[in-house]
């Protein structure tokens, strides 16, 4: 993988690509080390999640939530897409590593002190001093998330699966026992603000340790190279910068039109529907990206990878979605209580996230790895044209509509960057519809059997917390049996391309 001729410093430590063996083999590899840390750290966040939403109220996980908003949105600034843009390069790596590391830290000082700034708008907007606060405080993530930039994607560049391996599951770890601690002890909302922080010098020790890299060690910062990468991270940053908005657009809307209850409800319901957004990110989009990226002079290779991840994300996601809306609310309310139904709600009006980010995945980072990120402007106005539209219109209906409004406006994004790279894969309609349409079909009709079956009948959210768990794992179960009989029976292609990537990474 490391680029030919250069030197063995210039691939800024790319010695443990050229031990890789085929691409294909790579990929394989990383996607079962993505999946073993995918469930690894999930099962800590779920874990965590169950306690927290016991020792924690709903306000005070919707005061969390807004004051760490424009933290959040910041960050994409303090980045600005230079990671993609470093994974993508195939010259001057030294200097490009540390023209990135420069960049981003001086952006990240520069958008922690306007974060600190805005702490009394903040406390204005949500009418709490505590929100002003937790901004204020969290300033300083935005510094330490920067730092993590350079050598993450250099990670990721070299096909290093260290950090889904050893640093995702630290960092999930460290917040989930800081947090959990902290809050039990009474520290109330400032335990999850102790544990971000926590969880994320964690990320940036770990990080920085695995990647053998140094600023300065064979590079020099240069603004022309910077300009270079900015032209193909433009389009990458207003996408990210537009979401971000958005995010701090709904919590605003929701704590303020709504109140901080219901943002709280927002930010679990959230945190859950992302489960499935976060599994395509760990174990396809991690891979994809550098991936297409050196497939693209191979036509034929880059045609068949396209396909064959498309296939096998949709298969995972959409049943996925399926039965969030079946028995996503009963679900919630049987792990975190019914306190947190409103949470269930917001669950189920999220469910098409999952297929939408799915759909991303392949467009998306089909688009990046070819070059021609341009294409993503589209995608950005469609999506943020429509996502403000709908969440003022749904508004009215509460947490539904603004969750409505999230998952459609995530669905058409991932389906028009799909349309948008099928040219670049050479991929006609009728090869996308093949793969996308029976499936949803497939993965329906024993969602609507479920969910008859849990709402009219079972009601297992009135059971209790452990018969009420026994019952939904059994209904989960036989929910995937249904669907995969579905599949062999009615998709049979699907069926094979799924179980020969499930027989893969057993294998890895």
């Not at 030919?4 to 085929?22: E, H, I, L, Q």
């Not at 022309?224 to 991270?233: D, G, K, N, Y």
């Not at 036509?299 to 068949?304: K, L, V």
């Not at 759909?359 to 998306?364: N, Q, S, V, Y």
Request: proline share 4%; hydrophobic share 55%.
């Amino acid at each position: 993988m490391a680029e030919a001729g250069s030197s063995s410093r210039s691939d800024v430590g790319a010695s443990g690509a050229g031990a890789v063996g085929s691409l294909s083999g790579t990929l394989r590899r990383g996607a079962a080390i993505s999946t073993g840390s995918l469930i690894f750290t999930q099962m800590v966040s779920l874990a965590q999640t169950l306690v927290l939403a016991r020792l924690l109220s709903p306000a005070e996980v919707g005061w969390f939530a807004a004051g760490t908003v424009l933290s959040g949105f910041l960050l994409t600034f303090a980045e600005g897409g230079m990671s993609n843009a470093l994974v993508q390069r195939e010259s001057r790596l030294d200097d490009v590593a540390d023209t990135v590391f420069w960049v981003t830290l001086l952006t990240g000082v520069g958008w922690a002190v306007v974060t600190v700034a805005s702490a009394p708008l903040m406390s204005r907007i949500f009418g709490s001093d505590t929100v002003g606060l937790i901004t204020a405080v969290s300033a300083g993530t935005i510094v330490l998330h920067a730092l993590t930039t350079v050598p993450d994607a250099l990670m990721q560049r070299r096909f290093d699966f260290r950090p889904r391996l050893i640093v995702q599951p630290v960092v999930a770890v460290t917040f989930a026992v800081t947090s959990v601690t902290l809050c039990a002890t009474g520290f109330g909302v400032w335990g999850l603000v102790i544990g971000s922080y926590c969880s994320i010098v964690a990320w940036l020790v770990a990080t920085w340790t695995l990647a053998g890299w140094r600023p300065g060690a064979g590079g020099r910062p240069s603004f022309a190279l910077w300009r270079e990468m900015a032209r193909f991270s433009l389009p990458l940053v207003v996408w990210t910068v537009v979401n971000r908005a958005r995010d701090l657009l709904e919590t605003a809307v929701v704590g303020g039109a709504l109140s901080t209850t219901a943002l709280g409800y927002y930010r679990y319901g959230r945190r859950l529907g992302a489960v499935p957004e976060m599994a395509v990110i760990a174990v396809g989009s991690y891979v994809l990206f550098p991936a297409f990226s050196r497939l693209t002079g191979d036509p034929e290779r880059f045609r068949s990878a396209f396909l064959r991840a498309l296939q096998v994300l949709w298969c995972l996601m959409v049943p996925v979605a399926c039965f969030i809306v079946a028995a996503g609310e009963p679900l919630v309310t049987v792990l975190l209580g019914e306190k947190w139904r409103g949470a269930g709600v917001m669950l189920v009006a999220l469910a098409g996230i999952g297929p939408g980010v799915a759909l991303g995945a392949i467009g998306m980072e089909s688009i990046k790895g070819v070059g021609r990120t341009r294409l993503l402007h589209w995608v950005t106005l469609v999506s943020t044209a429509l996502g403000i539209g709908l969440l003022f219109v749904l508004l009215p209906l509460g947490l539904t509509g603004v969750g409505v409004a999230l998952s459609t406006s995530l669905l058409a994004a991932g389906l028009l960057s799909l349309l948008l790279a099928r040219p670049l894969a050479g991929v006609t309609f009728g090869e996308l519809a093949h793969r996308l349409v029976p499936l949803v079909l497939v993965a329906a009709l024993p969602a609507v059997a479920v969910g008859l079956l849990e709402h009219l009948l079972i009601h297992s959210d009135q059971r209790g917390f452990l018969l009420g768990t026994a019952i939904m794992l059994v209904e989960g179960v036989g929910y995937l049996g249904l669907y995969a009989a579905g599949l062999a029976l009615f998709a049979p292609a699907a069926w094979r391309e799924l179980s020969s990537a499930m027989r893969q990474l057993r294998h890895r």
